[in-house]
């Protein structure tokens, strides 16, 4: 498989360590056709080899991405020009 590209969204495999997390104020609502809302959990933030990567659902908008970052950001506490 090639390396998965920034913008790009997958369905991962995450095996027995997979489960639901409760919601928070960390959860960057982005509106895409297919994912449901809350999918992006700046919490919940990990790396996975690519093999564990299942299909390719979609891609970000650069403004999508943006979001995303700023939910991350303000997880770790970095502070972010606007």
Known sequence: MR???RDE???????????????SRFEVAVPLRFLRPGAFDAQGIVTVPTVRLMNRLGTLTSDQVRSVE???????GIKVKT
């Open 3 to 5: 390396t998965p590209l």
């Open 9 to 23: 969204v997958y369905m991962v495999d995450l095996g027995l360590a997979a489960k639901a997390a409760p919601t």
């Open 70 to 76: 700023k939910g991350v950001c303000a997880w770790l």
